[in-house]
């Protein structure tokens, strides 16, 4: 073997190496640990739905939301959802809940939403000032019309822009990014809180899309419909390891014209859809989309040139970061 | 000529700043206010406006189409409602007066200073950018100066610098910002210079050469593959790009980076130099430069200084009459020798003139003009 070989050789190993996972040896897969999975050999993605999410004036009604994520939480993990919410997050834990409000009012996670998390993580036991509600700006955030703060008597609210990011490159595959330091430096636990949309570029924004605001440069991953960018993005450690659950506003998704709002591309699914596995939950999500797509005579997001090829990378066997095969699924409706 | 003591010291100087990945020293001088966050969004000047409040970005080749509220590949040009705005004009993140031959520009007013600005933000994601901390940033995670286009002629003129560089990260997603500012320059008897990877499109670069003294672009090698994998960009246009800036007159000097088993073949240099020769003739320079790792790209060694000399003996037998190596401070690669009777004109010592043997802009021994813009 001479020099040139020799380089090229291990140039290739170097990169073959890049793409494994460094922790997944405490997980049988990227899945999260088994004591926070939900029992069975499927992957769960439960859609609980209620037609009076919304009341005569087309607002959230809170009460019912918050009982739309017991009826999610509860069928996910068949048992009580105050005894889910106690498996799943200690006293201790700082839980960052990342939003979508990239959107604005109309098409962001909604606060009803958010408001009843955030509850269920007090009745817990943690501390208001151990949750966080965050995103990429607090511009983003106010604009969805949460409030900032920062303190003791409330959960926090905040976007990336206050802590900034890594000093340390993380990769992983195509991906070389700065983490949020909210994810990782304050962060213990992470409640996925997406909203279901489509997007122009990258077919659909659900679970797994939603960590492009945890990361600095997610301009540098949309081109090739984010493929196999979003995978890899939730391959780096503080996502794949801290993400214990993710809760999808599916109140009111918007199936053409994202990411933005466009009021004349949404419907009433007054659903929030829970999952621990992001790959199976995106993959319920796509088909939503598609059929939305479908009963409204626009085309397959195949045929529109974005597909969301990335959520079957999710699932190749470099990612492992859960099942899109819907034989492996369980699917259930409440 | 230089004393022994003298000697040693510009070769220290030299060899600290090209070890160096990010610019030298940040400039400290009068006038630069540091702005607290992104200032006063300007209307970029190269899209289209597209149904329900899209944009389609035709500054460069990447073509992005943008939805409102995004921002395009750089990351510094954002959708707002259905215009597009640049987030960097008037905001540069790095600003140094730097030796014009750290561009490296060899053949543009050897041994003057260029006041040197970038702001955050690039169009491609080269997996060995020395730079990343800035070009692979967005304008509202790295410290920002306020510094209007008008300003900045006299600031050059204060630090001794008759040039202005952008450089650093990639000007092309600046370039509002660049044109105003060498437009107000060129008023003020101070020239400009871009440093650029070359991949935009043909009507901003047109447009910008009309303020623009010289460019250099940074090839960064002769294949697709290498572009599609180590850079996230294509070749055809750069490509295009020189031969534009030729056409239009444009001083231009090209580096190439060279990359131990990436783009060091042979035949791949011999080819890039034989296009050089019939597309750009032979007295366009270019510096073969040695690559140190960086970045995404650490698993690799430095470039050999014998593959850097094997790419100048290729360059010399193709043709071309001013090949460099550059990166190696003290090797006579830096020098410039007469394509015609071989007298060395130019001694360098890494960013130092130490001997500069040219009668204005003809070698002082057999009279042959030298290509390039002098004092």
Redesign the interface.
């Known amino acids: 073997m001479d020099r ?1 070989d020799f ?2 050789k ?2 290739a190993l ?1 990169l073959a190496s890049s793409c494994i996972p460094r922790q997944l040896s405490a997980f049988s897969s990227g899945l999260p640990s088994p004591q926070i999975r939900p029992v069975g050999d499927k992957s769960r993605v439960v859609i609980a739905s209620r037609s009076d999410a919304k009341d005569n004036n087309n607002r959230y009604v809170g009460m019912n939301v918050a009982r739309l994520v017991d009826a999610a939480v509860e069928n996910l993990y068949r048992e009580n959802a105050q005894k889910v919410w106690k498996k799943l997050f200690s006293k201790d834990d700082v839980v960052g809940l990342k939003v979508n409000c ?3 009012k109309g098409l962001s996670t909604s606060k009803e939403l958010v408001d009843a998390v955030s509850e269920r993580l007090l009745q817990v036991g943690i501390t208001p000032s151990h949750i966080i509600i965050w995103d990429r ?1 607090d511009k983003d955030l106010q604009r969805a019309g949460y409030g900032l703060y920062q303190g003791n008597k409330q959960p926090q609210c905040y976007g990336n ?1 206050r802590f ?2 890594t000093s340390t ?1 993380y ?1 992983f595959g195509e991906v ?1 990014s700065l983490v949020s330091r909210i994810l990782h430096d304050q962060c213990t636990a992470v409640i996925n809180l997406p909203i279901l949309k489509d997007h ?2 990258v077919g659909i924004t659900a679970a797994l899309k939603n960590f492009f605001g945890a990361i ?2 997610p ?2 991953y ?2 090739n419909t984010g493929d196999p960018y979003v995978a890899d993005v939730n391959m780096l450690a503080d996502i794949r390891n801290k993400t214990r659950l993710t809760l999808c506003d599916a109140l009111t998704p918007q199936y053409e ?4 709002h ?1 009021p004349q591309w949404t419907w009433q699914q007054n659903s929030v859809i829970a999952a621990v596995d992001m790959v199976a939950m995106d993959k319920v999500c796509w088909e939503m989309i598609e059929n939305q797509r479908r009963d409204n005579g626009l085309p397959s997001l195949k045929q529109s040139g974005r597909e969301p090829t990335y959520i079957h990378t999710a699932a190749d066997d470099h990612h492992q970061l859960g099942t899109d095969d819907t034989e492996k699924m369980e699917i259930v409706k409440a | 000529m230089f004393s022994r003591r003298e000697f040693i010291k510009s070769t220290c100087g030299a060899g600290c700043l090209l070890l160096s990945p990010v610019p030298s020293k940040i400039f400290q001088g009068a006038g630069l206010a540091q702005a607290a966050e992104i200032q006063r969004p300007v209307e970029a000047r190269y899209y289209e406006k597209q149904p ?3 944009i389609k970005c035709v500054l460069c080749p990447r073509e992005c ?1 943008i ?9 510094v040009r954002e959708n707002r409602g259905g215009t597009y705005y640049t987030l960097v004009y008037g905001n540069p993140c790095a600003v140094h007066v730097d030796p014009i031959e750290k561009k490296p520009l060899f053949h543009f007013l050897p041994g003057t200073n260029a006041f040197s600005l970038a702001t955050a933000g690039c169009n491609v ?1 080269c ?1 060995f950018c020395q730079n990343w901390e800035i070009s ?3 304008p ?2 790295v410290k920002a100066y306020q510094l209007p286009p008008r300003d900045i002629a006299d600031l050059a003129k204060q630090n001794g610098c008759v040039s202005i560089a952008y450089t650093y990260t990639e000007p092309v997603i600046f370039t509002e910002y660049v044109y105003d500012t060498s437009a107000a320059a060129g008023e003020k008897g101070i020239k400009s210079v871009m440093i650029s990877n070359g991949y935009i499109k043909a009507e901003p670069m047109r447009d910008l050469c009309q303020v623009l003294h010289a460019v250099k672009i940074d090839l960064k090698a002769y294949t697709e593959r290498f572009y599609r994998e180590l850079v ?1 960009g294509e070749l055809k246009p750069v490509l295009e790009t020189l031969v534009l800036l030729k056409s239009l007159g444009m001083w231009t000097e090209i580096v190439y980076l060279v990359i ?3 783009n060091d073949d042979k035949n791949e240099l011999q080819d890039l130099c034989k296009w050089i020769v019939a597309e750009l003739g032979p007295d366009t320079p270019i510096h073969f430069s040695r690559f140190h790792p960086q ?2 790209l650490k ?3 430095p470039t050999p200084i014998s593959v850097l000399q094997t790419a100048k003996k290729i360059a010399l037998d193709a043709g071309i009459h001013f090949p460099y190596i550059g990166n190696v401070p003290g090797d006579p690669g830096e020098n410039t020798y007469c394509p015609s009777c071989g007298t060395l004109l130019i001694r360098r010592i890494g960013f130092t003139i130490v001997e500069n043997k040219l009668s204005k802009n003809l070698c002082s021994k057999c009279r042959t003009k030298i290509p390039g813009i002098w004092l």
């Open positions: 040139r380089l090229k291990s140039t170097a990239l959107a604005g700006s822009n900034g990011y490159l990769e070389g122009g570029i600095n440069n301009n540098k949309h081109h014209g994202g990411p933005p466009m | 329900n409040r899209k189409v939805d409102d509220l995004e921002r395009g590949y750089c990351g994601l997996k692979q940033a967005r509202e995670e996230n131990p088993s990436q970045y995404r698993n690799l060694p």
